[in-house]
């Protein structure tokens, strides 16, 4: 099993550009997450989905969009990128809620200049 | 928002040393887990507890979790150099679908 896999590893972006980040899980995971860790920080949860065809805006959900059209994938929308969005964005999974582990995957470090 | 507080913020330690960081909140959780995300790579959990008063040791750590459900400790016995590394804990709700993360503490250990 590969677990959790992110694309691209490192991104440069100019500001009011757009961009895709890549997620996918080969664990058969309904719940998947997508969080931001700014420097020396925790995480932020940005969206999050229960389900292929289900999501829902976590803490910080501005400036960017989601889809899960299958239980494996869930990529991560940045439209009109922003200085503000410069970030380490980790992808996770779990099997379930709560208690419940969540894998991460490697992370993309995006800069916006 | 569910707030999770850490502290240290930040810790320096020789080699050999005994710690304890802290995990506090004014919310009451359904479970705590302990994560540590070494640089580069994604958090990784290390434990999870779900009982009030609950304490969980996985060799030199040992993790509590508050009898009020509120707030947890990690506790490291004679730290090593391969236990650096930013420790997230996180709260789940049972009426919430994700976790609450901490605030981290970065912890070095000196050889």
């Known amino acids: 099993n590969a677990g959790v896999t992110q694309t691209p590893k490192f991104r440069i972006l100019k500001i009011g550009q757009s961009m895709t980040l890549q997620c996918a899980q080969d664990m058969n995971h309904n719940y998947m997450y997508w969080y931001r860790q700014d420097p020396g920080m925790g995480l932020k949860l940005i969206y999050y989905?229960?389900?292929?065809?289900?999501?829902d805006k976590g803490e910080v959900p501005n400036g960017y969009n989601v889809s899960r059209s299958t239980t494996e994938d869930f990529p991560l929308r940045l439209e009109l990128a922003a200085p503000s969005q410069t970030s380490v964005y980790f992808c996770?999974?779990?099997?379930?809620?709560?208690?419940?582990?969540?894998?991460f995957g490697p992370g993309t470090r995006l800069t916006v200049t | 928002t569910q707030l999770l507080e850490q502290s240290p913020q930040f810790l320096s330690i020789q080699e050999g040393e005994n710690l304890t960081v802290y995990c506090n909140s004014s919310?009451?959780?359904?479970?705590l887990q302990w994560y540590r995300q070494e640089p580069g790579e994604g958090p990784v959990l290390l434990v999870t507890?779900?009982?009030?008063?609950e304490v969980k040791k996985l060799k030199r750590l040992t993790f509590q979790f508050g009898d009020a459900r509120k707030d947890s400790s990690l506790h490291i016995t004679a730290a090593q150099p391969g236990d650096t590394g930013l420790y997230l804990c996180?709260?789940?709700?049972?009426?919430?679908?994700?976790?609450?993360f901490g605030t981290g503490t970065r912890l070095t250990v000196i050889p």
């Open positions: 919310s009451v959780f359904s479970s």
């Open positions: 507890v779900v009982t009030g008063g």
């Open positions: 989905s229960v389900g292929a065809g289900i999501t």
């Open positions: 996180a709260g789940g709700d049972t009426g919430a679908n994700n976790l609450f």
């Open positions: 996770a999974s779990s099997y379930g809620q709560g208690l419940y582990e969540q894998y």
